[in-house]
């Protein structure tokens, strides 16, 4: 089953927990005019649930295409299961050496540029959130859909599970924002806020961005957006205000 | 083939893809470039034979698979791995985790205590270690610390406390040319050039680009303050045997130059 997020985009979510929270382990499957195209291939730990949806979604076909954010195991480790090892799923990686990723045969993208996959557009950008250098955001040119990776996340409560940000009563909480970036993406704790928004604000400005799809985080819709912007602005103003050098 | 660092202690490398044309360093002409030359960002692994035990910290990266478990068959023989220390689950550091441990099943796995996703990379059932946590070796003895400049929240550095070595992990980092691999830096023709180190860290640390100098470098005077060591062992970089707070400090300048000119480009 998945979750609906644009007209071509579904959400293909899957949740690890600890200590009662949950944290979204997801991918996104699109209808491209010429086939159907995953952003990312989630993690071993949901290798059964995750072949099981994709399965259902494309009709036991499969997809046509993987596009992966970066190689941490928990984007990429099911290329295979899905058949991205074959002639039959085209496998694209982020920037840097795939050999090195472990994903030898992988087509690769360049930040900065852009690619036609299954007859979609898709532009990779150099991303201001992220917990891996070899990571690109993703932008979906057909429903302005952005993937984020592994910024733009939040924990939820278990109930959550399958919410977009406007099925919550007042979007996604701040401080759940706050306490997934907190943990996650450790180095804010040294960033320079501003310098981090200013990026966003252009990467906002050059894309007319519909929807962010991040990878573990619930997806973020319509009026949101800058609502959400906001919130992760305070969270990252917090995360650095917290730290103090010993 | 590994160098030897100081007895017990064993550099074990490889080089990766050559990134000249892909920086296109023929047409910038970095100060440490020169023309014509292949230049390469190391991945090292290091193992540590404390006499009565072995120990291995970081795996290389999958295309190396080869390499890495012939590097250990050559340094520890038929005694065996005792330990497998994975930095942090990133694939050029963890990616030869599951055949090493395949092909040493005596050894035990050793993985950061910090972070909140150890299942999502197969790091759960391993003994966890945090700040101050030590394994005894038999003559030597490593150290275990919260990594401070870092990517993946499941991250740890470590220290070997007979050498005074510090494994910074990603950070202190740099390029070398094609010639220089497995040359310390004492070695190299010349003064060591500081832009090796900002080619490194303003494109592989992306992050650089966007922290608080005073903050970033107060930290980097903490680091030199706690750990004073004699050798530093970085995971992409040539080993510093001499000196070496002297380069800790150079990374204060590297701080300031990212923040001046911006991320110099990505990994490619």
Known sequence: MTVQVTPSVEWINQCYEHEGDHEHVSLYLLRAPEGTVLVDSGSFYHREEITAAVDEATDGDGPDAIVLSHSDYPHAANVSPLGGDTEDVELVASSASPAQQGLPDARKCDIGGSLTIEGREFSFIDPPLADRSHTTWIYDHGDGVLFTADGFGNYHDPGRCDSLSDDFPESTPTERIYEYHRDNLVWLRYVAPEKVDRTLDDIFASYDVNAVAPIHGNPIVGDDLDTYRERLRDSIERIASEHSVA | ?268
């Open chain 2, 1 to 268: 083939m590994p160098r030897e660092i100081a007895p017990g202690l064993h550099w074990i490398y490889e080089a990766g893809p050559d990134r000249t044309e892909s920086w296109d360093l023929a047409d910038r002409e970095p100060e440490w470039y020169e023309e014509g030359r292949e230049a390469y960002v190391p991945q090292c692994a290091y193992l540590v034979d404390g006499g009565d035990e072995t120990l291995l910290f970081d795996t290389l990266s999958p295309a190396s698979t080869d390499e890495i478990l012939a590097a250990i068959d050559e340094l520890v023989g038929d005694r065996g791995l005792d330990y497998l220390v994975v930095s942090h689950p990133d694939v050029p550091h963890a990616g030869n985790a599951l055949a090493i441990l395949e092909e040493h099943p005596e050894t035990t796995l050793v993985a950061p205590g910090y972070g909140n996703d150890h299942e999502l990379y197969r790091l759960d059932y391993g003994v966890h270690v945090t700040e101050g946590d030590e394994i005894d070796l038999g003559n030597r003895t490593v150290e275990f610390h919260e990594a401070t400049f870092l990517d993946a929240p499941v991250s740890v550095w470590m220290t070997e406390r007979e050498t005074g070595t510090l494994f910074p992990v990603d950070w202190m980092g740099f390029t070398h040319l094609d010639d220089e691999r497995l040359v310390f830096v004492d070695e190299l023709d010349g003064e060591f050039d500081s832009s090796r180190l900002v080619e490194f860290h303003g494109r592989v640390l992306f992050w650089y680009q966007y922290v608080d100098v005073e903050k970033t470098n107060a930290e980097i005077d903490a680091l030199i303050e706690k750990f004073d060591p004699e050798i530093v062992a970085p995971a992409h970089g040539l080993v510093i045997r001499e000196d070496a707070t002297d380069y800790m400090e150079l990374m204060k300048d590297v701080t300031r130059t990212i923040d001046e000119q911006g991320r110099v480009g990505t990994l490619g």
